[in-house]
């Protein structure tokens, strides 16, 4: 759900930067990442050590069949915002430096926060997979679903989470 639609909930986002994407009309789309541990999910981890995190992964298909949009690089990045159609976004994405992620080096963190954006919500039944931490947090989302009647494979993944 966009950050607009949303209340009673903990933003775990860096109220700064939300002002800046907020500046940009960008809190009434989902933003997903294009890979796990990015600058975003480290900082955001290591900020929050109590919480367990759970990784929503959709098909690109979903993405370029609904209208979402592509923003190739970080949204506050220097440069000025390219909100761009999917398949725009996909192709103008520096992909050798996404896969540098060397994040000491500007250029491949900023494009490491490229972000791939629903304009609506999205629902549960597209999601592909979620990924987990541990066995125990893999039992208590499996848990969640099984109350809601949602089916969605499960995958522990440690390595896709800083703890």
Same mark, same amino acid.
């Given at each position: ?36 541990? !990015? ?20 098909? *690109? ?11 190739? *690089? ?10 761009? #159609? ?14 540098? *992620? ?12 490229? #972000? ?23 039992? !208590? ?9 949602? #089916? ?12």
């Amino acid at each position: 759900m966009p950050r607009a639609q949303l209340h009673n909930f903990i933003d775990v986002a860096d109220h700064e930067i939300l002002g800046g994407r907020a500046a940009h009309g960008l809190e009434h789309y989902v933003p997903f990442h294009f890979f796990a541990k !990015n600058p975003f999910d480290g900082k955001v981890q290591k900020d929050n050590p109590l919480i367990d995190f759970v990784l929503i992964s959709v098909h *690109r298909n979903t993405a370029s069949e609904n209208g979402w949009r592509v923003i190739p *690089r970080h949204p506050l990045a220097n440069q000025k915002l390219e909100l761009l #159609e999917y398949a725009e976004g996909m192709k103008s994405i520096d992909w050798e430096m996404m896969n540098l *992620r060397d994040y000491h080096n500007a250029e491949s963190r900023s494009v490491c926060m490229a #972000e791939c954006l629903s304009p609506t919500t999205v629902p549960v039944n597209v999601f592909f997979k979620l990924f987990v931490s541990s066995e125990d947090v893999k039992q !208590n989302v499996e848990m969640i679903l099984r109350d809601h009647n949602v #089916e969605i494979e499960v995958l522990v993944n440690q390595k896709m989470f800083i703890r």
